[in-house]
């Protein structure tokens, strides 16, 4: 146990992709103009729970991008002339037949590649992130007789865009004060009850994220907030262990002056913001350039609806 968490340790790459059905879904290729191509410039994707590398992606160039989407615009007139809507509706219905029939291996590949929990990781392959920011961007396009090009992060994206960066994520909590030790209470034992470590094991709850670079950022948010006053409920550290794992985090008494408050954390840190009246609850809610999503949990139901709260 180390801050209320319980670990377990890492499983290996070369087992977990031994046991693909379909070993042909692991793929380190780029495709382009119909081929799949390598190049001699690559960059090393490693299985965040373990430090170990699991392979290396071709990288492209921007003549290479140039290529893609001259050949994506010769394409796409071909495509749009030559297919009906029922057409382009059959081929989507028989990718999504694909990805069901193949969502074990995919979901292993995104186990390995982002550190989820293989069941996320299972249900993610139908609907979340980060398969879907294709899936939901690809098929209204193709149905549309559209051409595609697709350009992933060069961070661990085999399949898209890695956990945690999940954007609709709640990234503040904004509390009543009447009931904040209450709410603080119990999200801290709940936090505490989570499992970290490789998302291949199935009593795990929390996997990795997915570099170092998100475990250093998220280290700078809770530092920089203890510093401005913050009280750290639990975790608050990386853990001593192989992989980028961070302690599950509850800060208490989170202000507007933290990074916190202005910088997206994408990891494991749960931030309590304090609020008085509902005016307040509504200008701290808005007080941001992000907004991508917002959730509000009332017993009042016509509350919920009336606020002015931006988001999506």
Not at 106 to 112: E, Q, R
Not at 155 to 167: E, F, L, M
Request: charged share 20%; net charge negative.
């Amino acid at each position: 146990m180390e801050n209320g968490n319980s670990l377990t340790n890492g499983h290996s790459n070369t087992n977990q992709l031994s046991e693909l059905a379909d070993k042909s879904l692991f793929i380190s290729d780029s495709f382009v103009d119909g081929a799949w191509i390598s190049t001699e410039r690559q960059f090393d994707v490693f299985n965040p729970a373990t430090d170990e590398k699991i392979s290396s992606v071709a990288s492209l160039d921007r003549d290479d991008f140039i290529k893609a989407i001259k050949s994506a615009h010769v394409a796409q007139k071909k495509y749009y002339k030559s297919t009906t809507a029922p057409a382009r509706g059959a081929l989507l219905r028989r990718w999504y037949e694909l990805i069901m029939e193949n969502k074990r291996d995919l979901a292993t590949i995104l186990c390995l590649e982002n550190g989820k929990t293989f069941a996320e990781a299972e249900g993610e392959v139908v609907w979340n992130f980060p398969a879907a920011m294709i899936t939901r961007k690809v098929a209204p396009a193709l149905a549309a007789g559209c051409s595609v090009v697709i350009k992933p992060p060069n961070v661990q994206d085999k399949p898209a865009s890695p956990y945690p960066n999940t954007p609709p994520s709640a990234n503040r909590l904004l509390v009543q004060k009447t009931i904040l030790p209450k709410f603080t209470a119990a999200l801290v034992a709940k936090v505490n009850a989570l499992t970290v470590g490789s998302g291949f094991d199935t009593t795990v709850t929390q996997g990795p994220l997915v570099n170092k670079s998100a475990v250093a950022k998220i280290h700078e948010h809770v530092t920089d907030a203890i510093a401005r006053g913050a009280t750290l409920e639990t975790g608050g550290k990386p853990l001593d262990r192989p992989g980028c794992f961070f302690a599950p985090t509850v800060l208490s008494g989170v202000t507007t002056s933290m990074l916190v408050a202005s910088e997206e954390t994408f990891g494991p840190l749960a931030p309590i913001f304090a609020f008085e009246t509902e005016e307040e609850a509504v200008q701290l809610a808005n007080d941001t350039e992000f907004g991508l999503a917002g959730y509000l949990f009332s017993r009042d139901a016509s509350r919920c609806v009336r606020d002015p709260v931006w988001g999506g």
